[in-house]
């Protein structure tokens, strides 16, 4: 069993920062990708910024040179910190995992989601 914890969002203003925090906790072995995607109404769960055990990330191309995610692997979080927000920016902001854990029957991956927490940016 995995959880993940998210906090950070609200409201802000057009041109205003944020940043997102999630908290991983349980069996883990280690962490092979954590992300963060999001979703707006009407639209379909895209991912925003993605970190890999290498520590490479990746960014969807609407959000390149404005987010950036970090991690601390000894206290198993991820964050996205967000500049120069845009009304496009608003969304549900899910924290994601891609992880090993340990199983009856041995090694075992396991993805999990996040609750969700709101950004909203005003025009």
């Known amino acids: 069993q995995v959880q993940l914890v998210e906090s950070g969002g609200g409201l802000v203003q057009a041109g205003g920062s944020l940043r997102l925090s999630c908290a991983a906790s349980g069996s883990i072995i280690s962490i092979n990708f954590m992300g963060w995607y999001r979703q707006a109404p009407g639209k379909q769960r895209e991912l925003v910024a993605g970190?890999?055990?290498?520590?490479?990330?990746n960014y969807a191309d609407s959000v390149k040179g404005r987010f950036t995610i970090s991690r601390d692997n000894g206290k198993n979080t991820v964050s996205l910190q967000m500049i120069s927000l845009k009304p496009e920016d608003t969304a549900v902001y899910y924290c994601?995992?891609?992880?090993?854990?340990?199983?009856?029957?041995?090694?075992?991956?396991?993805?999990?989601w996040g609750q969700g927490t709101q950004v909203t940016v005003s025009s």
């Open positions: 994601y995992s891609n992880v090993a854990i340990f199983t009856p029957s041995g090694q075992k991956t396991l993805a999990t």
């Open positions: 970190s890999t055990s290498g520590g490479s990330t």
